[in-house]
């Protein structure tokens, strides 16, 4: 089993800043890429930012340049650090792992329950 926890969402002010931090934990043999996604009310899910194992980072349009998000050096956690925040980047982010639980294994994918952000007018 794999387990995911965000932490660090909140109400924040339009031009503000949040960081957000996903922790992996359980049976883990190598985590793949991490990332972030989004879903506000009425939308679909959509990607966020996503970093894989050897740190090449993917970023959806709306957020280059305001978001940036990274690992920790054991590969674990991944952080989103929010800047410019604005009330349209007001959604509930999860975080999401590419997981191997065993050398011989085929990689899952494992969401975290999600983190509400804010962002208020």
């Known amino acids: 089993q794999v387990q995911l926890v965000e932490s660090g969402g909140g109400l924040v002010q339009a031009g503000g800043s949040l960081r957000l931090s996903c922790a992996a934990s359980g049976t883990i043999f190598r985590i793949n890429a991490m990332g972030w996604y989004r879903q506000a009310p009425g939308k679909q899910r959509e990607l966020v930012a996503v970093?894989?194992?050897?740190?090449?980072?993917n970023y959806a349009d709306s957020v280059k340049g305001r978001f940036t998000v990274s690992r920790d050096s054991a590969k674990t956690t991944v952080y989103l650090q929010m800047n410019t925040l604005r009330p349209e980047d007001t959604a509930v982010y999860y975080c999401n792992a590419d997981v191997k639980i065993g050398l011989l294994s085929a990689p899952s994918m494992y969401w975290g329950p999600g983190t509400q952000v804010t962002v208020s007018s």
């Open positions: 970093v894989g194992s050897d740190g090449n980072t």
